[in-house]
C-alpha cells in the first residue's frame, strides 16, 4: 500500500514552453502532498506543499507564477512548470501525506526528470 | 525547524552492519524521526521511523538516545545494493514545517 505515482517519468522540452508533472497517490487519499526538486548530487528541497483545495504554500525563493500548483482532489497535485528555462532543469519528486490520520510519514513518488533545452 | 547533521559518506563491506548516525540537537517535543535511502534518479524510499528508544522492522533499526538529539540507523549485514544515499529527516508531522532535509550520508558498500 501507499503508492505515489508521477508523470511523466521523464520529459524534454523547449525553452519558453510549458510542461506539467501529475502526482498520484494510487491507494490512498492525501490531504496534503509535498512538491521537491533536486539537483544533481544535491539534496532534496522543499518548493512548496499541496493542500486539496487551497492555495499552495511556497517556500521562500520559489516563484508562485512560474511553478503552478493544483491539488484538485484527494488523489491528485500537479506541478506545472511554466515558461521554461534551462535553468529549471531538474529532478522533481512529490510526496503525500495519508489524509485523515495525524500521519508523520510520506509517501514518494519515483520522481520525474526534466530537461529543458 | 530541526536541522540534521550526518556523515557525508561512509564506506563499508558487503556483510557488514552499518550504523549511521544524525544529530539533531534542536528536535521539538513532537518531532518523529524518519529514515530514507535513496538511489539515483528515484524518488526516497521510508527505511524506518521512530520517536524514542529503539524502533526494529524488517530491514533496519533506529536508536534515539533519551534526549532525542540525535539517532542512529543501524543496517545489519549490508549488500551492495544497500550503495545509496540515506537521509534523516526529523518531521513534525501535517504541514511543511520540519520537511528541510540535510545532505545525506552516501553510503558505499565494497564486495
Known amino acids: 500500500g501507499a503508492v505515489v505515482s508521477q508523470h511523466p517519468s521523464r520529459v524534454i522540452c523547449k525553452s519558453g514552453t510549458s510542461v506539467k508533472i501529475e502526482c498520484r497517490s494510487l491507494?490512498?487519499?492525501?490531504?496534503?502532498m509535498f512538491w521537491y526538486r533536486q539537483f544533481p548530487k544535491q539534496s532534496l528541497m522543499l518548493m512548496a506543499t499541496s493542500n486539496e483545495g487551497s492555495k499552495a504554500t511556497y517556500e521562500q525563493g520559489v516563484e508562485k507564477d512560474k511553478f503552478l500548483i493544483n491539488h484538485a482532489s484527494l488523489t491528485l497535485s500537479t506541478l506545472t512548470v511554466t515558461s521554461a528555462h534551462p535553468e529549471d532543469s531538474s529532478f522533481y519528486i512529490c510526496s503525500a501525506r495519508v489524509a485523515g490520520v495525524s500521519s508523520y510519514e510520506q509517501y514518494f513518488g519515483p520522481g520525474t526528470r526534466l530537461t529543458v533545452t | 525547524l530541526a536541522k540534521t547533521t550526518q556523515p557525508i559518506s561512509m564506506d563499508s563491506y558487503e556483510g557488514q552492519e552499518v550504523n549511521i548516525t544524525c544529530s539533531h540537537n534542536?528536535?521539538?517535543?513532537?518531532?518523529?524521526i524518519t529514515w530514507y535511502q535513496q538511489f539515483p534518479s528515484q524518488g526516497p524510499r521510508f527505511i524506518i521511523q521512530g520517536y524514542k528508544t529503539k524502533v526494529t522492522n524488517e530491514v533496519a533499526s533506529l536508536f534515539i538516545p533519551a534526549d532525542r538529539k540525535s539517532s542512529t540507523l543501524s543496517l545489519p549485514r549490508v549488500s551492495l545494493s544497500d550503495t545509496a544515499v540515506y537521509y534523516c529527516l526529523v518531521d513534525s508531522g501535517g504541514g511543511a514545517d520540519g520537511l528541510t532535509f540535510g545532505k545525506g550520508t552516501h553510503l558505499i558498500i565494497q564486495p
Open positions: 491507494d490512498f487519499q492525501a490531504t496534503t
Open positions: 534542536n528536535i521539538a517535543t513532537n518531532d518523529y
